[in-house]
Structure formats: C-alpha cells, structure tokens
C-alpha cells in the first residue's frame, strides 16, 4: 500500500472532478445518521442472534430442513454482497479519474487483490486444518498405543476403539472448520461495514443516505443471519459468541460515528481515500466471494444432507437465488 501510495502525487490531494448534486443538506443528513445509527443496529442484531435462539425454536435447530433453507438464503445475501456491491465498490474507487492514470488505470488492481484475498483466505482454512489435524493425530496414536497395550485379546476391541477414535477426530475437525468460518467470515463482513459505515457517516447528501438505511438494513439482518448460523455451529462459548454478535452488530454503527467526526478532513475523493477504501473494499470482495461459495455453499450443498434429499436441495437453491437476487436488486439504490 506505501508504494501505491507513492505513485499518487501530493498535488492530487483533492480531486478537482468532484461534482455536487441539488440534494445537499447537512441537518438533514445529521437526522438521518442518528436514524441509521438505530435501525442498522437493531437489524443488524436481529439478524445475527436469531440463530443463536434456535434452541428455544426448535425448527430453527441446525439439523432442521428450514434452518439450512434460511442458511442458503443467508449465503446468496452474501455472496451478491461481493459481487454486486464490494467489488463495485473497488472498481470505482480504483478506477477513479481522481487518481493518476498511471499505475491505476493501467493495471486492474481490483480483481488482482481479490484474487490475492481469496487465495490468502484459502490458505488460512488450509493451514489452521492442517495444523489441528497433525497435532490430534499425535494425539491419537499415542492414545491408541496406550490403549493397545491395555488389551490383553483385543483385535476385535482394538478394531473398534479406532473407529472410536477416527469418528471423534472427524467431529472435531468439522467442528474446528466451523469455527474457523465463522471467524474468517466475520472478519471479511467488518472490513466492508466500517468501510460503508464511514462513507455514510462523512456524507452530507440526504438522497445518499436515505438509500443505504434502507439497503444496509436488508444486508445487514440477513448478512447477520449467515453468520449467526455460523457460529452457532461453531458452538463457541457464551462469552465468545456474545463478543462476535456484538462485533459484528457495532461495526456499521461505529462507522457511521466514525465518519461524522471526520467528515471535516475526510474526503470521498481525495486519493488517499480512494486508494486505501478501494484496497480494503477488493480485499473484503475476495474474501466474501470466497466464503460464500467455498466454505457455506459448497460445503451444504456438497454436503451428505443436501446430496440425500433432492427436495430440500431444489429449496435451497431457490432460497440461494432469492437472497442473491434480493440482494442484486439493492444495489440499483445503494
């Protein structure tokens, strides 16, 4: 990022290019922040914790056909959320006329760096699976060696034991690649909140504003419901999963804040801005992408449930293209 930043010259600290619309008011557009401000956090908590009560509504259970319906539906929320608003995002930022042709224009830095993201957040599921699975299967041997010399006439039980022990490291393994989802996930969904939460919280156009309340409201209950389900598979600890939903209900909100108080110095279009928001937004396009078809769709829809029950598949697939589709409409406003 500093030797991007060096191709932008100094004298480039404004864009000259910066056009203003009819639809500029600065009051107005302080009410309509504080409104954001609460009904994004409120969206964005109901989303995320209605999983997480599944147990008191037993057909929102994870082993239930409507919670993998609502789950697919969730996925597609976020998988259009990469497409069709980061990365976007990205390319307007880094394709401005505000920077200097050279490299920006030149190079297409947007998908370059998604791709990097996604082949960065491949590798973090690769490694941290590869790094449990050595350790337990040191684990396992040394638990099977112990056990073997326990048994006085043991094929039969020996047998049995390992399978034992196979089908325990299996759960665990599924169960740590459920942690490491929902985790990786968040992360990506905050880097994009703060981005968006910020561009709202700095802008004065009332027009703007009224548009994404509506639009982050959508994405962020339902973007919420995905990540709820996430974690709730991950059975996290009470404290953790308390941490998580607030993270990921305060981001937007605290992004909102955070432009309100630099919307003085910050600016949509300097380069600066243009750069580091376009970075992180293909960043966090890459990321989404990724999780959305790799590690929630592929892995239900690939997944012995769905490969057993063509019915809940066709369900799913349905509740996939609504919530891609709902999600594509959006970005028509925002």
């Not at 969730?74 to 995002?89: F, K, N, Q």
């Not at 050595?134 to 039969?156: C, I, P, S, Y």
């Not at 973007?223 to 939903?245: D, P, R, S, T, Y």
């Not at 590690?295 to 697939?317: E, R, V």
Request: charged fraction near 15%; glycine fraction near 8%; include cysteine.
């Amino acid at each position: 990022m500093v030797i991007f930043l060096c191709y932008t010259p100094l004298v480039l600290a404004q864009c000259e290019a910066e056009s203003k619309n009819g639809c500029h008011d600065k009051e107005e557009a302080m009410k309509l922040k504080i409104i954001a401000f609460v009904v994004i956090l409120l969206a964005s908590m109901i989303g995320v914790s209605l999983p997480l009560f599944s147990r008191r509504m037993p057909s929102l259970g994870p082993d239930r056909d409507l919670f993998t319906i609502v789950k697919a539906f969730a996925s597609g929320v976020i998988l259009a959320t990469g497409y069709m608003h980061v990365l976007p995002d990205s390319f307007d930022d880094l394709m401005s006329d505000c920077l200097p042709e050279n490299p920006w224009r030149k190079f297409p830095f947007t998908t370059f760096v998604a791709m990097l993201s996604a082949i960065v957040t491949l590798m973090v599921d690769s490694f941290a699976m590869s790094v449990y699975r050595k350790h337990h299967a040191k684990a396992l041997m040394a638990g099977e060696g112990t056990d073997v010399a326990r048994l006085e006439n043991g094929d039969v039980q020996t047998e049995n034991h390992g399978h034992e022990h196979h089908g325990v490291m299996n759960e665990k393994s599924q169960l740590l690649r459920h942690r490491v989802i929902a985790q990786v996930l968040e992360l990506g969904i905050i880097v994009h909140s703060v981005v968006i939460g910020l561009a709202m919280g700095a802008s004065e156009n009332p027009c703007t504003i009224r548009s994404l309340i509506a639009a982050l409201c959508f994405h962020q209950m339902f973007e919420g419901m995905g990540l709820g389900g996430c974690i709730l598979q991950a059975e996290f600890k009470f404290k953790l999963k308390a941490i998580m939903v607030l993270f990921f209900s305060a981001t937007t909100p605290l992004g909102i804040v955070l432009g309100i108080g630099l919307s003085k110095v910050y600016s949509e279009t300097s380069p600066t801005s243009l750069i580091v928001v376009g970075l992180l937004n293909a960043s966090s396009a890459g990321l989404l992408n990724y999780m959305a078809l790799v590690d929630l769709l592929a892995a239900d829809f690939l997944g012995p449930k769905l490969q057993t029950n063509m019915k809940l598949q066709i369900w799913s697939y349905v509740a996939v293209l609504l919530g891609a589709g709902f999600m594509s409409l959006m970005a028509k406003w925002a």
